[in-house]
């Protein structure tokens, strides 16, 4: 059997542990010893899921569907659905399935954006819509939520409420980064609420589902809840970072969101300052940056600026709150991982 319901259980150890979790969940913040072994299992059933959640009996469908899971990415929602879940029963069969709805979604969402942003490349490897075409890019992306709303179904009308709103936000924060800040609004903060939107909400989602399923204390799940938003756009302004500091982020070349136009933190702090120092890289990056030479100057630029210094602080601050939440956490491993989470999102871009 093929589709979101070839398992009930999670799947069944003989097809398990066939399968290896994607070598970049394996970060420097996650927890070695039993609780990284309980980690790793769990994302080994995860990925198991994954495989099935995607299958049909149509080779093209199963191809298309497949094709950004089996380009890898982190993992993230599951691996934070499994680490919530061992504040409970981590065991729980709901727990997987919630984390495999999360990520069904993430990738929906993959599908969706590239279309919109015209991508080429995802992950490494030629985007859907590049390799195929936007039409099918869009329709796969719907099959995946249909896929996930099909799991989704059996884990009760709350955990579909939740979803559903979430989804709203998604669709929400997508049409808002569409339109852009208006006039009269700030855009910084605009950007700040849209990464929350589009990426902290179903970053807090994965968090409440593993936490709730494994039966965890309702303040807790809602301290989790928040924790998960905070980090997760830390997580983005991260990612965002990387675009500008480092090499290869992402998948991308780097300097990809300047060529695209696309206005990150820093270039939005660029873009509102006065400062003289920062005048050249203003008039550099008031559009897409095209010409490879404009396009070297306004990287060497950024990466010197005030600018990116205050989108660090940012960042900083966000990771900072995200680790107050766990005030509401028993002290020991599970806290202690997510702390390390907090601190990784920050150092990733040094």
Not at 63 to 88: C, D, S, T, V, W
Not at 103 to 108: G, K, N, P, Y
Not at 114 to 143: C, F, H, K, Q, Y
Not at 200 to 229: K, M, N, Q
Request: glycine share 8%; aromatic share 4%.
């Amino acid at each position: 059997m093929t589709g979101a319901r070839a398992a009930t259980d999670g799947t069944h150890p003989e097809v398990w542990h066939r399968i290896s979790a994607p070598a970049s969940t394996i970060g420097p913040w996650l927890p070695e010893g039993e609780l990284g072994a309980g980690l790793a299992e769990g994302l080994v059933r995860v990925e198991a899921r994954l495989a099935e959640a995607v299958g049909s009996e149509h080779p093209f469908v199963r191809e298309a569907a497949g094709h950004l899971m089996a380009a890898g990415g982190k993992r993230f929602r599951p691996m934070l659905a499994l680490l919530a879940a061992q504040l409970g029963d981590p065991s729980a069969r709901q727990v997987v399935e919630g984390a495999v709805v999360c990520e069904l979604t993430h990738l929906a969402t993959l599908y969706h954006d590239d279309v919109m942003d015209e991508a080429a490349v995802r992950r490494g490897a030629p985007s859907a819509n590049s390799r195929w075409s936007n039409s099918i890019a869009i329709l796969t992306g719907d099959l995946l939520f249909a896929r996930a709303s099909d799991i989704l179904a059996d884990l009760g009308p709350e955990a579909v409420r939740i979803q559903a709103r979430t989804f709203e936000r998604l669709v929400t924060g997508q049409i808002q980064e569409t339109v852009g800040a208006q006039p009269g609004e700030d855009a910084v903060a605009h950007y700040l609420q849209v990464l929350a939107d589009k990426t902290g909400s179903l970053v807090a989602t994965s968090a409440r589902f593993g936490a709730s399923f494994a039966g965890v204390d309702p303040a807790l799940v809602e301290a989790l809840t928040a924790f998960g938003e905070e980090v997760g756009v830390a997580f983005q302004l991260s990612d965002d970072l990387l675009d500008i500091v480092t090499d290869g982020a992402s998948g991308k070349l780097p300097g990809t969101d300047l060529r695209e136009g696309i206005a990150t933190l820093p270039v939005l702090f660029a873009l509102a300052g006065n400062d003289p120092a920062e005048a050249r890289l203003r008039e550099l990056v008031a559009a897409p940056v095209t010409d490879d030479a404009d396009h070297a100057e306004a990287l060497r630029l950024l990466r010197s600026s005030r600018s990116l210094v205050r989108a660090n602080d940012v960042l900083r601050e966000y990771a900072d709150r995200a680790r107050a939440r766990l005030d509401a956490v028993p002290p020991g491993d599970v806290r202690d991982a997510l702390s390390a989470l907090c601190e990784y999102v920050v150092t990733r871009t040094s």
